[in-house]
């Protein structure tokens, strides 16, 4: 901890397609939590949101498959968790929707969810209210996507950032300092956006994975070997 503050509880939550879980999907988690420490958070745990299968992006694997992959990725971890709330719904949840429930349920001592249990057993003491802050970690791209027309709410947007706050890890090819400068709106909030740089970049995305696999090229050490072992036996991302 830098200082002598009292640290603020955080949990980080990442929502996206995991098709398939990359090694630099549990990077972004390990990149933000040294950033967060070092500004006085307590980083008690982290959440993988895959989405729902209406999502329906062109080669999205079932979010059951998806989720088996997940679950094999943070094997190594033991901070990381994943949450199937998403994939579970009628139908694809907005950020917004995935992160008003998750903050509901992590404040919530009794809650039955597995993630939930696992990140209050991080906390030794269990006084009420929690007070459990939850952040949305991103890569750039996912920032840079709230200027699609049509593709984010701006009330969202608002509410993502004000009460929740982002985490965003650079990326190829972005340039989110830009970006925001560029938003009215971000530039107004941004003193609830952290950016944190990878200096140790690397170009890894699960399209890359996808097409590597398609092309039968190794994608060996870019993700776990569990997750290409699952992806062998179940045949997936062949064509
Ligand atoms: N190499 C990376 N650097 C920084 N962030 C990343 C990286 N790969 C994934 N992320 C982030 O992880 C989150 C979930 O990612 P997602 O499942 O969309 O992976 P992706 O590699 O971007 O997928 P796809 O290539 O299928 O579009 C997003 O916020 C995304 O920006
Ligand atoms: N309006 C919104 O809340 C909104 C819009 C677009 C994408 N998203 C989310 O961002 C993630 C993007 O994932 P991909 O990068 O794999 O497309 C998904 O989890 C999706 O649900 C949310």
Redesign the pocket.
């Known amino acids: 901890m830098s200082s002598c503050l009292k640290p603020t509880r955080t949990v980080l939550l990442?929502?996206?397609?995991?098709?398939p879980p990359?090694n630099?999907?549990m990077r972004?988690f390990e990149l933000a939590k040294d950033f967060l420490q070092k500004n006085d958070h307590e980083v008690l745990g982290g959440i993988i949101s895959p989405v729902h299968d209406q999502y329906a992006?062109k080669g999205l694997v079932s979010a059951s498959q998806r989720c088996s992959m997940v679950k094999l990725a943070i094997e190594t971890s033991n901070w990381i968790n994943i949450s199937e709330w998403e994939t579970q719904q009628e139908g694809w949840s907005r950020t917004a929707e995935t992160l008003r429930f998750h903050k509901t349920a992590l404040n919530d001592i009794h809650s039955e969810y597995e993630w939930a249990k696992q990140i209050h057993a991080k906390m030794p003491d269990k006084e009420s209210p929690l007070n459990i802050n939850l952040k949305l970690?991103?890569?750039?791209?996912?920032i840079e996507s709230f200027a699609v027309p049509g593709l984010w709410k701006d009330e969202d947007i608002q509410d993502i950032v004000c009460n929740y706050g982002l985490v965003v890890?650079?990326?190829s090819g972005s340039n989110p300092q830009l970006f925001i400068y560029e938003s009215d709106l971000l530039t107004r909030l941004q003193r609830n956006i952290s950016i944190v740089p990878?200096w140790i970049p690397?170009?890894?995305?699960?399209?890359?994975i996808?097409r590597a696999l398609r092309r039968e090229e190794s994608v060996r050490y870019l993700i776990s070997d569990s997750v290409l072992n699952y992806i062998q036996s179940n045949h997936l991302y062949t064509n």
């Open positions: 990442a929502v996206g397609s995991f098709n990359t630099m999907h972004i992006k970690l991103c890569g750039a791209d996912l890890i650079s990326r990878e690397n170009e890894i995305s699960s399209t890359k996808r």
